[in-house]
């Protein structure tokens, strides 16, 4: 049984050392495959985080370079550029508002060319009125004078002394005949204002501002819709021809009586 013991217990310490030499192996390679795992863990999570620095920073300049963009575009815009052009073809956020932005755009440049066709539009009817020989008066309705020709200014200036004493008050000063009342032409302003504010159609009346004598042909202006926008008013100085019908008066009174020395003044 010695023997025997001696024996197995030989090959039970030849087991146990080689069991124990492969644990060690087993323990060695087990570490080393964790400090590779470590490593490859280490460099995918390098490698992620490069990454994610990377995008980021594209992602950054892309937003950026589309910032600067709408910001140009903008900048553009707010100096009353409307001539730039506009991609917006980048499906985002910022596609989206660079699209809007080219409809804003486009909006502004027919509102601001319709708008300049129509100040064309009321230069040309201004510079005509600016021409013509009768006196032309525009009012708003509150019968403030926007407008006036200056074959009116001229009309009124020969009379402007007169006017301030007729007016009965500070008068009107032909310097600032725009702006002024209508109201000031009349001695009694209630009651131009009333006539003017319930005007219709044409309305003749003659009146005299000093010595002047003035015929007025005031007419309300109206839009397509029927809607009030103020009043015109065509002036016309008749003080010679009225001299020259009283002048004719009295000589034909005269002839009347028997007395043809008189002459008119040609």
Do not use: C
Request: aromatic share 4%.
């Amino acid at each position: 049984m010695r023997r025997s013991y001696d024996e197995h217990r030989v090959a039970i310490d030849e087991m146990l050392r080689y069991v124990t030499a492969r644990n060690a192996e087993d323990e060695q390679q087990a570490q080393a495959m964790t400090d590779r795992y470590n490593i490859g863990l280490l460099g995918i999570f390098s490698f992620s985080v490069l990454i994610a620095v990377v995008l980021t920073i594209l992602i950054s300049r892309g937003i950026l370079r589309s910032l600067k963009t709408v910001q140009q575009v903008a900048g553009a815009i707010a100096e009353g550029d409307l001539s730039s052009s506009i991609d917006a073809q980048q499906r985002d956020e910022i596609g989206d508002l660079l699209r809007s932005m080219n409809t804003m755009q486009q909006q502004l440049l027919a509102r601001i060319t319709a708008e300049r066709q129509a100040a064309d539009e009321t230069l040309r009817v201004k510079i005509a009125l600016d021409s013509v020989s009768t006196g032309v008066m525009i009012a708003d309705n509150n019968r403030q004078i926007i407008y006036a020709n200056q074959e009116v200014i001229n009309i009124l200036a020969k009379a402007e002394a007169e006017t301030r004493l007729h007016s009965g008050g500070p008068g009107v000063s032909i310097d600032q005949l725009v702006g002024a009342s209508m109201d000031d032409f009349h001695a009694q302003p209630s009651h131009q204002a009333d006539l003017l504010t319930a005007l219709s159609g044409p309305h003749e009346a003659s009146m005299q501002l000093g010595g002047r004598s003035m015929v007025v042909i005031a007419n309300p202006v109206v839009n397509a819709q029927g809607q009030r926008l103020g009043t015109v008013a065509e002036w016309r100085d008749r003080t010679d021809e009225v001299s020259a019908e009283n002048e004719v008066a009295r000589i034909v009174e005269a002839a009347a009586q028997g007395d043809f020395s008189l002459r008119l003044a040609l």
